[in-house]
């Protein structure tokens, strides 16, 4: 099943403790991305990536880091977590980047992160 | 800027009614897609339809239509004959260009509308 897989899918952490967050999939896509979704900001997006070893800054990226070794994976990590990094998180995948063609992002089920 | 604007906070309509939900966007690119999500209670977001800017015909997607005016910067949304189960949070969302000209993928999303549909 084609599909994008995020773990944990919940976390409760104190802040400073270093966490990671894994988004993996199994569509070969080439581009993978980052999201928050805050209550009246909608979804935000913070790293993507166009393929392995080429990451950049989406639009709120303070406090966060990712890599890119693997196709299929785009793991998040929060170094030194704070509460106002608590959020809903989403990764998404899809098969290219552009535009010019119908090209839906694939997003995994969110990790919920509350950090105390 | 890309911007994706969403005023509906909340919406209601009766059980088998058609309801539109507003999107309206702001881009200075020529070239650009429209995207709608649906995100239940459970949480995970659901593609709906998709609109290309130099798509000549309106999207559609079985109950889903996307009524897309492109003077007007316009993609709303429109479900026929509503289901209890359409009751959810959707988002309008607008795939953007670089400023070298090419798509880096992002998509920038509005703020949400809250559908809830009455038996």
């Known amino acids: 099943e084609a599909q994008v897989t995020q773990n944990p899918r919940y976390l409760i952490t104190v802040t400073g403790k270093k966490l990671t967050v894994t988004c993996s999939q199994n569509?070969?896509?080439?581009?993978m991305s980052w999201y928050r979704q805050d209550p009246g900001l909608g979804l935000r997006q913070i790293y993507y990536?166009?393929?392995?070893?080429?990451?950049d800054k989406g639009d709120v990226p303070e406090g966060y880091k990712v890599s890119r070794k693997e196709k299929r994976n785009f793991p998040l990590i929060l170094e030194s977590p704070s509460p106002n990094q608590t959020s809903l998180y989403f990764c998404?995948?899809?098969?290219?980047?552009?535009?010019?063609?119908?090209?839906?992002?694939?997003f995994g089920p969110g990790t919920r992160l509350t950090v105390l | 800027a890309q911007k994706i604007t969403q005023t509906q906070p909340g919406m209601f309509v009766q059980e088998k009614e058609a309801v539109t939900l507003d999107c309206t966007y702001d881009?200075?690119?020529?070239?650009?897609?429209l995207f709608w999500y649906k995100q239940p209670s459970s949480g995970e977001m659901i593609f709906l339809i998709y609109?290309?800017?130099?798509?000549?015909q309106n999207a559609t997607e079985g109950r889903y239509s996307l009524n897309f005016q492109k003077a007007r910067k316009s993609a709303n949304l429109v479900i026929s004959a509503s289901q209890l189960g359409d009751s959810a949070m959707y988002f309008c969302?607008?795939?953007?260009?670089?400023?070298?000209?090419?798509?880096?993928?992002?998509?920038?999303f509005g703020q949400g509308t809250i559908l809830t549909v009455h038996p």
């Open positions: 998404a995948s899809s098969r290219t980047p552009l535009i010019t063609s119908y090209n839906e992002q694939f």
């Open positions: 569509m070969n896509h080439e581009y």
């Open positions: 990536s166009m393929n392995v070893e080429v990451t």
């Open positions: 881009t200075s690119d020529p070239s650009y897609g």
């Open positions: 609109q290309g800017s130099y798509d000549q």
């Open positions: 969302a607008m795939r953007q260009m670089n400023a070298g000209g090419t798509s880096y993928g992002k998509l920038t």
